[in-house]
């Protein structure tokens, strides 16, 4: 079974950290643009960052840059969303998705986006 599962989401103070986790089963995280999205209430869901390891492509949402990194455990089929410096405006409920590499270098690219696999998320909360 192909399966994303997300954790390390919780309640942070702004100035905070939280180390997000998608944990891939049943394929080979390298093998796919891994992305990581999130959705604020009554917002539109944003791609936040990605990686390929299979060609090199990343991205990473403006916004966050200086702050978010991602990075990929191979032995543990595992890629992370290092998130410091944490602001209200990142609370929001994180996603990872899978789809055929290369990463989509913009914002809005969930809505143009064919996936492999979803996982169901793990919400960010960041209080000022």
């Known amino acids: 079974e192909v399966q994303l599962v997300e954790s390390g989401g919780g309640f942070v103070q702004a100035g905070g950290s939280l180390k997000l986790s998608c944990a891939a089963s049943?394929?080979?995280?390298?093998?796919?643009?891994i992305g990581w999205f999130r959705q604020a209430p009554e917002e539109e869901r944003e791609a936040v960052s990605c990686?390929?390891?299979?060609?090199?492509?990343?991205y990473i949402l403006d916004s966050v840059k200086g702050r978010f990194t991602m990075s990929t455990d191979n032995g543990k089929n595992i890629v992370y969303l290092q998130m410091n410096n944490l602001k209200p405006e990142d609370t929001a409920v994180y996603y990872c998705?899978?789809?055929?590499?290369?990463?989509?270098?913009?914002?809005?690219?969930?809505?143009?986006?064919?996936?492999?696999?979803w996982g169901h998320g793990t919400q960010v909360t960041v209080s000022s």
């Open positions: 998705g899978a789809y055929a590499p290369p990463c989509k270098l913009y914002r809005e690219s969930y809505y143009y986006t064919t996936f492999e696999s």
């Open positions: 049943g394929f080979n995280v390298n093998d796919y643009a």
């Open positions: 990686i390929s390891n299979s060609n090199g492509s990343t």
